[in-house]
């Protein structure tokens, strides 16, 4: 059996990264460029904002950095959670279990559209699929799952209501209404909490 044993004794040679002299300052790079022109359009930060700080341009790496840490320094605009406006949506997940899911019904110009409604285990984050017969597809583009939660949000009672008057469920258990319960759209358990 063979073996391969790496032979210590000869000395290993190291490839330079470029060939300038120790002692010229590393120049300033373009990935330093695209680092301060991503953090200045987080941070809402114009270039008069940036001249004014820093008059020159950045000539060296060590230049470069002090542009980066200043930047890193300034606070970042924050949006507020979206959870505030949609927390009476759906409940929230308990000690590892699932989450349960509560529907939804909206008219719309091309007609009633039925939602189910969950709560993520991250706080503000909530799965909305669109419902079809009795199956479900995920919304997954954040910006038209943001504008059904809106919406929702402007009358949940009734949207919820709405899905147990045409479809027959209860909205938040999803137990078949009897006919005096249907025409609230939400079933005699649930109507009390």
Not at 55 to 69: E, L, Y
Not at 77 to 104: E, F, I, M, N, V
Not at 136 to 159: H, M, S, T, W
């Amino acid at each position: 059996m063979n073996t391969f044993v790496p032979n210590y004794s000869r000395p290993r040679t190291i490839a330079a990264r470029d060939s300038r002299p120790t002692w010229e300052p590393r120049p300033f790079s373009e990935g330093q460029a695209k680092l301060i022109k991503s953090m200045m359009a987080e941070r809402s930060i114009t270039t008069e904002q940036l001249f004014a700080e820093f008059p020159a341009r950045p000539a060296t790496f060590a230049d470069g950095s002090k542009v980066i840490n200043w930047l890193k320094a300034q606070v970042t605009p924050t949006s507020p959670p979206p959870s505030a406006q949609y927390d009476g949506l759906a409940p929230a997940p308990k000690d590892g279990k699932k989450a349960r899911a509560w529907h939804y019904a909206l008219q719309t110009e091309d007609g009633v559209k039925f939602y189910r409604v969950k709560r993520g285990y991250k706080p503000g984050f909530y799965f909305v699929d669109a419902q079809a017969s009795d199956d479900f597809y995920p919304i997954r583009n954040r910006a038209n799952r943001e504008a059904i939660l809106a919406e929702i949000a402007k009358d949940v009672q009734g949207a919820l209501a709405l899905y147990g008057q045409l479809i027959g469920r209860c909205g938040r258990c999803g137990k078949t209404l009897t006919s005096e319960y249907r025409e609230l759209g939400i079933g005699p358990v649930c109507i009390n909490k």
